[in-house]
């Protein structure tokens, strides 16, 4: 069996987009794309496998951090006077405040060193998981492996956000995003500002008490546009202001336009 990642000819976010997984065995190919979820199967099953014993389902729910997040996130760092910070303004970002969730975790003979985000639940705060970016040795981009942006394993993400600025910076008026590096884009018109993770939670995030005024910028694509006029919506109809904010390419988000992709 081998693997490859490509751009998702769905939801391609341009030549370094590498969410389409392409695995071919016995049985034929499959795409899968792990943003969008589109699927293809060519000449699937045209030789029979020998039957296997199926793998027991596993019940245990995800867990709501643990002592091993908890100890990655010891060993994080500030972003400022690492690589962090040089990734991030070459990619035209903003740095968050110092307690921000976003900081730097070191490389080690196993992993690159990584942008390292702390998720926690939109309403209570408590964390549940964390988000790393790898990045290349000298800050100039990511560092270029099959996943360069993943989750902790085994851990819940579902109902969590990234406070790249501190509940206590927000107090009128927020300011929301899918991704790190596009909230970080927007943080140049807007601030403060936190990040979803992903459209599924931006969809689901609930009308948090105290904020009068929510701003999102979207991405431009069906999920990303999708997401953001269902969070909107039942904001508007929970009597809050709010703005939806997009790039005008399709595919672009605001971490492109900041950097010159797109427009």
Not at 81 to 106: K, N
Not at 127 to 136: E, G, I, K, N
Not at 160 to 182: F, K, N, Q
Request: with cysteine; proline share 7%; hydrophobic share 35%.
């Amino acid at each position: 069996m081998s693997t490859t990642r490509a751009p998702c000819p769905v939801c391609d976010r341009g030549p370094r987009d590498r969410a389409l997984a392409r695995t071919e065995d016995e049985r034929g190919v499959v795409e899968y794309c792990h943003r969008c979820g589109y699927t293809k199967a060519e000449n699937y099953e045209r030789r029979p496998l020998e039957p296997v014993r199926s793998a027991p389902v596993k019940s245990e729910q995800p867990a709501e951090w643990s002592d091993r997040a908890e100890s990655i996130w010891r060993r994080t760092q500030p972003l400022r006077g690492t690589v962090g910070q040089i990734y991030l303004e070459h990619r035209g970002c903003m740095l968050p405040p110092a307690d921000s969730d976003l900081r730097f975790l070191p490389g080690s003979d196993k992993y690159p060193p990584s942008l390292c985000a702390r998720v926690t639940n939109a309403e209570t705060n408590a964390p549940l998981s964390l988000h790393f970016t790898r990045l290349a040795s000298d800050g100039r981009g990511k560092a270029g492996t099959d996943c360069d942006k993943l989750l902790l394993g085994g851990h819940r993400k579902k109902g969590g956000v990234v406070r790249l600025w501190p509940d206590e910076c927000v107090t009128h008026g927020l300011a929301l995003a899918e991704g790190i590096e596009s909230a970080l884009a927007a943080a140049h018109l807007f601030q403060p500002v936190w990040a979803a993770v992903d459209a599924g939670n931006m969809a689901q995030l609930p009308v948090l008490p105290g904020i009068e005024a929510l701003t999102i910028y979207a991405d431009h694509d069906e999920a990303g546009l999708k997401a953001a006029k269902e969070c909107a919506r039942r904001w508007h109809d929970a009597g809050r202001e709010v703005h939806i904010r997009a790039p005008r390419a399709a595919g672009a988000d605001a971490a492109d336009v900041l950097s010159g992709v797109a427009a």
